[in-house]
């Protein structure tokens, strides 16, 4: 189903501060996306322009990189709401379909022009709408161009459009460009030149794409002398070229200019090992989160026998306008397992009132007035559908709670959790000998331990010992544990320098210790109920400081770039930025992404704004603890 926050959202909560929402949803990624999606499924034209649907059935043709695009924004009854009757993947045998359009959503490459052509040779369609994900080459232009010729199509290929939509937006403020082993790519020694700049390119490329998506020039902040400096540079490059021609695509861009902070992974190693506890990162992190999708396998009856079971793989959406996901993602987990304990009686005792009206069938024999008898039978019929809908969402999310709480009691993540928060926050010396102890016990993964680890190896403020550390490397390969990601971080000397401002800067209310039961009835184990502590991660603290024009952790010394003056002539802004773009190269998570959300809600409680910061958070890559530590475990043997 398509949620609307209109009718499903008043379920849930009490609604917001309209004026705030509507200009969160103004600063929205996804949302500008979608708008142009839609437009281009409309064959190019104006929604209010086109004619009923009906009128037009249409064809979509896509390659897997824009199924991903697609998948997290439009289900398949928004496509058949545009008139998209079928769509199918690009390489794959189609049949003919005559007399009816076909609208192409592809990347610009050689194996997809080749294809295209093939497929207007065979005539599969009547007419052909070609977008490109990103820019078309000329080359490529060319090869198309030369095929159409070849079998006397050219009048069938009814437009071609550039669409810039190679990203794909996941939440309204979150968005990644889909680039697979990211970190790798851009931190790997032996890479060649050429190589490099093809990944500095393809960055720069799909950066320009979003910021063209969302109709914004904004100024480019980015440290000095690193892959950061590169792609800001070839950016600018990219925006002041293309605002130089006359009817480009930002001549009528926003007139409040965001900031756009493009930082390498290597600023800030540890949130990316370190383990998370609020519901949407720990989903991510346990049941591996993708495309706004989680894949669970649930246990079901067996048709030959009652007492077996037969596992089968189910998928669960987890889309932002759904209305408990939307409130809840970045709650801590125990926090949400008792809202749904909570919110799953509620609408069992309405469901019961509702089966006690059915089975009295009006028979009351209270002094009610049969009107009110009548009008409270029907207020409570009308709400059915909704505590239906309701019913199946909260069922959704007890499932996947119960799969995370099953995760969390058998590997102890509660214990490394609380020990991890406690280093991060204040490191002292008799977290050594915790460490160790959680290294040698029993509960926990060995990739468990491997991350607590590095997260104490990257806290300290110089190098352990010789002696010390050999007793932690003895007591990691005991508990099997590859040390190939901790040899990559020796190598590289990438020492976290941002626990030390973090302990000043984060004020410590105390973790909590108390026990909670969940879903008592089916969970008999439990769960330490945490709050993580009020911290601020290092990116962003860095954020922070360059949206409020401070003098702080660096920011003074980065670039500073506005593609609407000649280099080097651009006027710095003196007042501060309420809207900021923060890219990172090398992958990204969801406590990152949820931290840079928290500082901006906070920063409008804190100065009482009735509008806050608004954030958008960006990266390469959407990367759980363990894709991570792969990647830099591979890269290890590469480093002299």
């Known amino acids: 189903?398509?949620?609307?926050?209109?009718?499903?959202?008043?379920?849930?909560?009490?609604?917001?501060?309209?004026?705030?929402?509507?200009?969160?949803?103004?600063?929205?990624?996804?949302?500008?996306?979608?708008?142009?999606?839609?437009?281009?499924?409309?064959?190019?034209?104006?929604?209010?322009?086109?004619?009923?649907?009906?009128?037009?059935?249409?064809?979509?043709?896509?390659?897997?990189?824009?199924?991903?695009?697609?998948?997290?924004?439009?289900?398949?009854?928004?496509?058949?709401?545009?008139?998209?009757?079928?769509?199918?993947?690009?390489?794959?045998?189609?049949?003919?379909?005559?007399?009816?359009?076909?609208?192409?959503?592809?990347?610009?490459?050689?194996?997809?022009?080749?294809?295209?052509?093939?497929?207007?040779?065979?005539?599969?369609?009547?007419?052909?709408?070609?977008?490109?994900?990103?820019?078309?080459?000329?080359?490529?232009?060319?090869?198309?161009?030369?095929?159409?010729?070849?079998?006397?199509?050219?009048?069938q290929i009814s437009k071609v459009f550039d669409q810039y939509l190679n990203f794909v937006s996941l939440e309204d403020n979150l968005f990644h460009l889909n680039q697979q082993n990211s970190y790798v790519e851009f931190h790997d020694p032996t890479l060649s030149d050429s190589k490099a700049e093809e990944n500095v390119e393809r960055t720069a490329e799909a950066l320009f794409s979003s910021i063209v998506t969302m109709g914004v020039v904004p100024i480019i902040r980015a440290p000095r002398g690193d892959a950061a400096e590169l792609v800001a540079r070839r950016l600018e490059a990219k925006l002041r070229d293309h605002m130089s021609n006359v009817g480009n695509l930002l001549e009528n861009s926003a007139w409040n200019r965001p900031v756009l902070v493009i930082l390498d992974r290597n600023i800030d190693l540890s949130v990316m090992v370190s383990h998370s506890w609020t519901y949407q990162a720990i989903i991510h992190d346990l049941l591996g989160l993708k495309l706004n999708r989680v894949k669970l396998e649930v246990a079901g009856k067996d048709d030959s026998s009652s007492s077996s079971s037969k596992a089968t793989i189910r998928t669960y959406d987890l889309d932002s306008e759904e209305p408990f996901w939307s409130e809840h993602a970045a709650s801590p987990f125990p926090k949400v397992a008792v809202e749904i304990q909570e919110q799953v009686k509620e609408v069992q005792s309405k469901m019961s009132k509702v089966a006690e009206l059915r089975d009295s069938e009006g028979g009351s024999t209270s002094s009610d007035t049969p009107a009110l008898r009548t009008n409270e039978i029907k207020d409570i019929v009308s709400s059915i559908p909704e505590l239906q809908e309701k019913k199946r969402i909260l069922d959704m999310h007890a499932t996947i709670a119960l799969e995370l709480l099953d995760h969390i009691n058998k590997r102890s993540l509660d214990k490394f959790f609380q020990l991890e928060e406690s280093i991060m926050i204040k490191p002292s010396s008799q977290q050594r000998s915790e460490v160790l102890s959680m290294i040698s016990d029993t509960k926990g993964s060995s990739l468990d331990k491997l991350r607590l680890f590095l997260i104490y190896f990257m806290a300290q403020k110089k190098q352990l010992e010789k002696q010390e550390l050999e007793e932690f490397e003895a007591a990691l390969t005991a508990a099997g544990v590859d040390l190939s990601a901790l040899r990559y971080l020796q190598k590289i000397h990438a020492f976290n320098e941002s626990w030390a401002s973090a302990g000043g800067a984060a004020k410590q209310s105390g973790l909590r210790s108390d026990f909670m039961k969940t879903f008592s009835e089916l969970v008999s184990a439990s769960v330490k109920y945490l709050v993580p502590e009020n911290k601020d991660y290092h990116v962003t603290r860095i954020v922070d400081s360059v949206m409020e024009l401070k003098d702080a952790h660096g920011v003074e010394n980065y670039l500073y770039l506005d593609p609407k003056f000649p280099p080097n002539q651009a006027p710095r802004k003196n007042t501060p930025f309420r809207e900021s773009i923060v890219f990172v190269i090398g992958g990204g998570n969801y406590i990152e992404y949820q931290n840079l959300q928290d500082y901006a809600s906070r920063s409008a409680q804190q100065k009482q704004a009735s509008v806050g910061k608004s954030i958008i958070y960006g990266t390469t890559e959407m990367l759980t603890a363990a894709q991570f530590i792969d990647q830099i475990s591979k890269l290890s043997p590469k480093l002299s």
């Not at 499903?8 to 990624?29: N, Q, V, W, Y």
């Not at 289900?75 to 390489?91: E, F, I, S």
């Not at 080359?139 to 050219?154: F, I, Y």
């Open 1 to 155: 189903p398509k949620y609307r926050r209109d009718t499903l959202h008043t379920m849930f909560s009490p609604g917001g501060d309209a004026r705030k929402e509507s200009t969160e949803r103004a600063f929205s990624i996804r949302r500008k996306q979608i708008e142009q999606l839609v437009r281009m499924l409309n064959l190019n034209e104006a929604s209010e322009s086109r004619t009923n649907w009906q009128d037009v059935w249409k064809i979509l043709v896509i390659d897997s990189f824009c199924r991903d695009i697609l998948s997290p924004l439009l289900k398949v009854g928004d496509l058949r709401a545009q008139g998209v009757t079928l769509h199918l993947m690009l390489h794959t045998e189609r049949q003919q379909v005559p007399d009816v359009p076909a609208i192409y959503f592809v990347q610009p490459n050689s194996d997809n022009i080749k294809r295209i052509a093939t497929d207007i040779k065979s005539g599969l369609y009547d007419t052909y709408h070609l977008n490109f994900a990103s820019s078309l080459s000329r080359p490529l232009m060319e090869e198309l161009a030369k095929a159409a010729l070849e079998c006397d199509a050219v009048s």
